[in-house]
């Protein structure tokens, strides 16, 4: 079984994969947050990100915001069905609203990240 999501302060969520791979996206909280989602703009295959640097926007009637790398690594993998099916980010963010897949420089990386409590504590404190 794959190990536990973790989820970065701005709102990303990283689940490592058996393969190694690390699977990221957008938390339930953040898509709440942005509402009326309008476009969003991928990373290309084979970029290299590090760390808390910006992988691509997400736009919505509100605000343009950016999605950042939890971890560093290579993106292999760009769900590219989302930007023309958002609302999967609503209805199944940790599943098929997943946004990119990376080869992480140093999985140990997550290690740095919030585990569900921890992050469950992040948002609750923050105003609606």
């Given amino acids: 079984m794959a190990a536990a999501m973790r989820f970065a302060k701005s709102h990303e969520w990283a689940r490592p994969e058996e393969d190694g791979?690390?699977?990221?996206?957008?938390?339930?909280?953040a898509v709440e947050a942005l509402t009326d989602l309008v476009f969003m703009q991928l990373p290309a295959v084979g970029r290299r990100v590090r760390a808390g640097e910006?992988?691509?926007?997400?736009e919505s009637v509100k605000a343009v915001s950016d999605i950042y790398a939890p971890v560093s690594g290579e993106v292999v993998a760009v769900n590219t069905t989302l930007p023309s099916n958002l609302e999967?980010?609503?209805?199944?963010?940790?599943?098929?609203?997943?946004?990119?897949?990376?080869r992480p420089?140093?999985?140990?990386?997550?290690?740095?990240?919030?585990?569900?409590a921890a992050y469950d504590s992040l948002v609750g404190s923050q105003p609606h």
């Fill in 88 to 102: 999967t980010l609503g209805s199944d963010p940790y599943g098929a609203g997943w946004v990119v897949r990376l």
């Fill in 54 to 58: 910006s992988l691509g926007e997400i």
């Fill in 105 to 116: 420089d140093d999985p140990a990386e997550l290690g740095g990240l919030l585990d569900q």
């Fill in 21 to 29: 791979l690390v699977t990221v996206g957008i938390s339930a909280y």
